[in-house]
């Protein structure tokens, strides 16, 4: 048995045992039932080394973090997580590396209920793409292209968390473990896109940061919308560093947060505050009819959003 | 528009539409149909740079192979391709590359009838992770284990054209065009695949080699096999190297062909010879009680089959 194969054998097994699983790994495709009247959601994303993570990074958070961005995308649309598939990309075959990558994979599997049904190991530089699919009633999920003019926007956890831990890494500084924890294992907020289910209009995950997803629903909806900076959720440390620079761009523009951003029509606004999901959320904004984005400053004064660029550094 | 925003754009439309998407490329997943009483089949693979093709391969043979590599994978469960997702890592945002990468992909989608559903553009070392989805009656999959002592082994097209292919290019010798074309723009077995359902006790799609891949079917079987070398169909320039060196490796393990191994019970061997699929293919062996695998030169002295492992060079 070659080390490759031995690899391949830790990826047997991962996630709990699905009924609707007729076939998993080990053979040229897997076989799964999706149930009459649902639809199938799928997401697939790529992490490569020094562009999505660092060199360095704990293996157990790069197996961690390349589910939770898909299962991210599926709780952007309101599906409940089934099934995933793995395509990883290692230079050597380190069964030590293996073992951590997998135990994060493993870990956040479990929580969700989430199967891995197939898989591909080659050489090359590292890199792991993951396809995360999910279930969901057809008809109801929840699109970007569904806002309209008066519908609150909010957005769940905090922002920049994560923007804020990658610069302090890069410079070489030590960073507070709460920040480093949010960049490493971020938490998809799979329980708050299911009860948004019927309330939300439109939806998205923010990867990029907030200016450039929520210009995806806009954009989507032939709306534009105004965002109050003073709400935006902040932990104590981004709100710190925002409040000595001024540079909004943690919060806005420099991703990574894996937090939904939503939009919910203003007569249900009680119907949202009522709902006790995984995690908090607050409202932001407001959509309205004229395009664009509108950022208004705590001292009122006004900037236009931009987005994330992957050839931009935000750190 | 960031050029990796126009690169995004190249994909948006690739492939007919489809009534069972219900949602395409452009939100946070797709949405699709999978009729009641059908299966879902799906598999997942990487093309890297160096090791799955070389750095200066055209860019269409990359888009071709990647898709092909997948629906290969559908043709050796019997299914029918459906849609296809689509991971791209590129080193910078080369709009010419990416043009003939996708009309590459493109090509191939329409042959088939898939769509591109979803798909991620990342920065990074070049490499291509396509999911291929495909459709097929519950139960109705052809899958690894059920091959029976006494069935007939046959496979499809021609074994070592790409290897053969590869080896003249590493070496820097001018190749064959018809070999260079078996590299670069393999042909998956779709419709062969389909007309197997009811027929084919086990079936695997070769991409190791064929020794290597009918022991896949063996092991998953509980059985054994004795092939016919003399049997093997091979073009006259792979036929000519084995001959001059003895060495079977170009058809058995050097991999790369994307032909099906099949194996039918030997009662039904007239119905497998009475299909007009689109390609040819021919017997070469057949299951027996006896674990391992048993070669049988030309000659009538036999050697025991090995398979393809990424960290072996077989060029």
């Known amino acids: ?16 045992q699905r009924a609707d699983v007729a076939l998993g790994v080990g053979d040229d495709c897997a076989l799964l039932n999706v149930p009459a009247g649902q639809h199938l959601a799928v997401s697939i994303d790529t992490l490569s080394a020094g562009v999505h993570f660092l060199p360095n990074c ?17 709780a952007a649309m309101g599906a409940q997580p089934a099934w995933s598939t793995l395509a990883l990309t290692l230079p050597t075959a380190d069964t030590a590396w293996i073992e951590r990558f997998s135990a994060g994979f493993t870990a956040l599997s479990n929580t969700h209920g989430i199967r891995l049904v197939g898989g591909d190991t080659t050489r090359g530089p590292l890199s792991v793409t993951v396809q995360a699919h999910g279930l969901i009633p057809a008809g109801a999920a929840i699109r970007r292209d569904g806002a309209r003019p008066g519908d609150l926007i909010f957005v769940s956890g905090t922002l920049g968390d ?15 473990p709460m920040l480093r924890h949010r960049l490493d294992f971020p938490t998809p907020r799979v329980a708050l896109g299911l009860a948004l289910r019927g309330l939300a209009t439109a939806m998205i995950d923010l990867s990029d940061g907030l200016a450039g997803d929520l210009d995806h629903i806009l954009t989507a909806s032939g709306v534009g919308a105004e965002l109050a900076l003073k709400q935006l959720p902040l932990s104590p440390l981004v709100a710190e560093a925002v ?8 919060p806005l523009s420099c991703g990574d947060d894996y937090e939904l951003c939503f939009c919910i029509p203003a007569d249900r606004a009680d119907d ?44």
Not at 2 to 16: A, N, V, Y
Not at 58 to 64: E, K, L, N, S
Not at 162 to 176: H, T
């Open 162 to 176: 994560a923007a804020l831990a990658l610069r302090g890494l890069l410079a070489g500084e030590s960073v507070d």
């Open 243 to 250: 409040a000595k620079t001024g540079d909004w761009s943690l």
């Open 1 to 16: 048995m070659s080390e490759f194969d031995l690899i391949r054998t830790f990826f047997r097994d991962i996630g709990p």
């Open 58 to 74: 704990d293996p157990a958070a790069i197996g961690h973090k390349a589910l939770a961005v898909g299962l991210s995308d599926l």
């Open 272 to 315: 949202v505050q009522a709902l006790m999901p995984d995690c908090p959320f607050r409202r932001v904004g407001r959509i309205q009819t004229e395009r664009g984005l509108i950022c208004r400053l705590p001292d009122g004064g006004v900037f236009i959003g931009g987005g994330y660029d992957h050839f931009a550094i935000c750190a």
